[in-house]
């Protein structure tokens, strides 16, 4: 960040206590700490957590997680909640955090869960929002995801750490 969200002015490094070199706008007397987005990214099982939900969209020919931005005022949890409603029309019954990761390229914090969802039904997913969803075999689902993808990070971490019968 090189200038006040504020003010426009050029912002300049300062030492604050405590916390380091921070941006600080010498018009506003305010330190600027920086502004990223939000987003969640989910592993989503089937009930009987044997399989592993992966969509395409925007066009694109690979797999990916389900994913969305979360919202002013709502948590990262209820975002879960609500992209699964709104992209697939099912209810998340179990949720658990994986871990987060910093996506530079649309400078957005990555938190990723892993989430249990009410049924296998895809008759509600939103063609306004997937173009394609389909269940994989946790074998199956490495093979399937974009490459290079953090969709891939994300998804090769939880079947190398977490435990789905935790859930």
């Known amino acids: 960040m ?3 969200y504020e003010c426009g002015t050029a912002l300049i490094r300062k030492p604050l206590e405590k916390e380091g070199i921070i941006p600080y706008c010498p018009s506003c007397g305010c330190y600027r700490f920086p502004i990223f987005s939000t987003a969640v990214s ?13 969509i395409r969209q925007y066009g694109k020919p690979s797999n990916i997680l389900v994913a969305g931005y979360v919202n002013q005022g709502e948590n990262a949890e209820t975002a879960v909640a609500r992209e699964i409603a709104e992209e697939l029309g099912r209810q998340v019954t179990a949720l658990h955090f994986n871990k987060s990761e ?14 249990v969802i009410d049924s296998e ?4 997913v939103d ?41």
Not at 102 to 115: E, G, H, K, W
Not at 121 to 124: A, G, I, V
């Open 121 to 124: 039904s895809l008759r509600e």
């Open 42 to 54: 989910m592993i989503t099982l089937n009930p009987d957590q044997n399989k592993i939900l992966l």
């Open 127 to 167: 063609p306004r929002e997937i173009d394609h969803a389909q269940w994989f075999s946790f074998e199956e689902a490495p093979r399937e995801i974009r490459p290079g993808s953090l969709a891939e990070q994300f998804l090769l971490y939880y079947l190398d750490t977490v435990n789905p019968a935790a859930l």
């Open 2 to 4: 090189n200038y006040c």
């Open 102 to 115: 910093y996506f530079a390229r649309s400078n957005t914090l990555m938190l990723n869960y892993t989430c």
